[in-house]
């Protein structure tokens, strides 16, 4: 593991982020870099944001020397953190339930270098 970035408490659900993470995991990092922007998902760009800062970590570490060109997402992963549990009024003054689920993602990336 070169870098790694967390963004935890994302307002959307883990199913429909690992949608997203499941085309770039793996990937190097330029070839994910630029998929996620020509994605159709509301998923994407928080994807790219969190890509990104991984990539920034792993070029300013002075400890290692490393390049963009040779980095690849090696462990992604999403899990579901907690869900607000809210009410929606439906006919004949009812009201049913229904969660916001947040997620947390966790980005490593490696060098294919070590490899």
């Known amino acids: 593991?070169?870098?790694?970035?967390?963004?935890?408490?994302?307002?959307?659900?883990?199913?429909?982020?690992?949608?997203?993470?499941?085309?770039?995991?793996?990937?190097?990092?330029?070839?994910?870099?630029?998929?996620?922007?020509?994605?159709?998902?509301?998923?994407?760009?928080?994807?790219?944001k969190t890509l990104k800062s991984a990539v920034s970590n792993a070029i300013n570490n002075e400890d290692l020397n490393v390049k963009e060109e040779d980095l690849f997402v090696s462990r992604l992963l999403i899990n579901e953190s907690f869900r607000l549990k809210r009410w929606r009024p439906i006919s004949r003054g009812r009201a049913v339930p229904y969660a916001h689920r947040f997620s947390h993602i966790w980005i490593e990336l490696d060098s294919m270098k070590e490899l």
Do not use: C, F, H, Q
């Open 1 to 48: 593991m070169v870098s790694r970035a967390i963004w935890k408490y994302v307002r959307i659900s883990p199913r429909k982020l690992r949608l997203v993470a499941d085309i770039i995991r793996g990937k190097p990092v330029t070839e994910a870099m630029a998929m996620l922007p020509l994605l159709n998902k509301r998923a994407a760009p928080i994807l790219l």
